[in-house]
């Protein structure tokens, strides 16, 4: 079975870092891009970062550029975001997102919840 699992969520208060994970089973973890999508209660989905499968390409929405930063260890069918300088207008349930096919490259992936294989999602709480 396909599937990838996040962690690492949680509360911290504003300015402070975090690190998710993203781990992925059942595929070729190193053939395909990964995504960061977040929502924050009662709005939309919002793309967060992109990494390639090799991990040398990266992209970031412009609300986290400059803050997080996302990298991979195919040896241990891993992608991390770590979070750093966290702000209120964080908080949300932050998705990891498979790429339906090794030869996509997406810069933002489409925001649908049928777009390739998604995780339960973790939590993060940005508050004083």
């Known amino acids: 079975e396909v599937e990838v699992v996040e962690s690492g969520g949680g509360s911290v208060q504003p300015g402070g870092s975090l690190r998710l994970s993203c781990v992925g089973s059942?595929?070729?973890?190193?053939?395909?891009?990964i995504y960061w999508v977040r929502q924050a209660p009662g709005k939309d989905l919002e793309w967060v970062s992109t990494?390639?499968?090799?991990?040398?390409?990266?992209y970031y929405g412009d609300s986290v550029k400059g803050r997080f930063t996302a990298s991979r260890d195919n040896g241990k069918n891993t992608v991390y975001l770590q979070m750093n300088n966290l702000r209120p207008e964080d908080t949300g349930v932050y998705y990891c997102?498979?790429?339906?096919?090794?030869?996509?490259?997406?810069?933002?992936?489409?925001?649908?919840?049928?777009?390739?294989?998604w995780g339960q999602g973790t939590q993060v709480t940005v508050s004083s």
């Open positions: 990494i390639s499968g090799g991990g040398g390409v990266t």
């Open positions: 997102v498979k790429d339906p096919e090794a030869s996509s490259s997406w810069v933002r992936p489409p925001l649908k919840t049928d777009f390739g294989v």
């Open positions: 059942g595929f070729r973890f190193f053939n395909y891009y």
